[in-house]
């Protein structure tokens, strides 16, 4: 699941496209160019994106489609004890008029019911997908607890970027690459450690508890 992390603005700080095609341009040799969400928010909804982060799901949701794949699949109690230990050691800090945002896919947040909001304190920002456009217009959305952001896109799941990702094509297209993702998995199934991509303290864990053996299947 996709999280944004945002506040609203005191003043006009939008950015235009053409800055992104100009920096996409100059990606220099073996960076990974990355695209967060916030320019279909800055320009429509008012809003500054300043962060964003990843959670993990649940194991009904993971389990599934990892079995129909045929793909490893590590328990919810293991992921977030991982990601605990992947966080251990970042700075805290509070930050006051910070609104945390649950960004999501058009499809996932009509399938599920959030067009109303996750709760009365978390807003949802519903990003256009292929073939949702239409639909989700004609639906009521709750004011100031759902936000749309439609977007011009290639008509491509993610099931279908994970599935070029398994075979190592480089995405340039997509902007966002998965190969660092690819190579971890690789590795892990070689029973290589992965430290200098998760830090010590998470790749210990999956040794330690032998989830390195799952990528071997």
């Not at 496209?17 to 920096?23: I, R, S």
């Not at 969400?37 to 489609?65: I, N």
């Not at 590590?74 to 700075?91: K, N, P």
Request: charged share 20%; net charge positive.
């Amino acid at each position: 699941m996709r999280h944004a992390l945002l506040k609203k603005k005191t003043e006009t700080t939008t950015i235009p496209l053409d800055k992104l095609k100009a920096n996409l341009a100059h990606v220099p040799e073996g960076k990974v160019p990355v695209v967060l969400l916030s320019t279909g928010l800055e320009e429509r909804h008012g809003f500054a994106v300043v962060a964003g982060y990843m959670s993990p799901s649940h194991d009904q949701y993971v389990g599934s489609k990892m079995r129909r794949q045929g793909a490893a699949h590590i328990t919810i109690a293991h992921r977030v004890a991982m990601c605990r230990l992947g966080l251990q050691d970042e700075l805290r800090h509070e930050a006051p008029g910070i609104v945390v945002m649950y960004l999501c896919g058009a499809d996932h947040a009509i399938n599920c019911g959030l067009l109303h909001g996750v709760s009365s304190t978390i807003p949802v920002v519903a990003v256009a997908r292929p073939g949702y456009t239409a639909r989700i217009a004609k639906l009521p959305r709750t004011e100031g607890k759902c936000y749309y952001v439609e977007m011009q896109m290639e008509d491509l799941s993610s099931t279908a970027i994970r599935k070029r990702c398994r075979i190592l094509l480089i995405m340039w297209h997509l902007v966002i690459m998965r190969l660092p993702l690819v190579i971890s998995a690789l590795r892990l199934a070689a029973s290589e450690s992965v430290e200098d991509l998760t830090g010590p303290a998470v790749s210990e864990y999956l040794f330690k508890n032998e989830l390195h053996k799952l990528f071997a299947k």
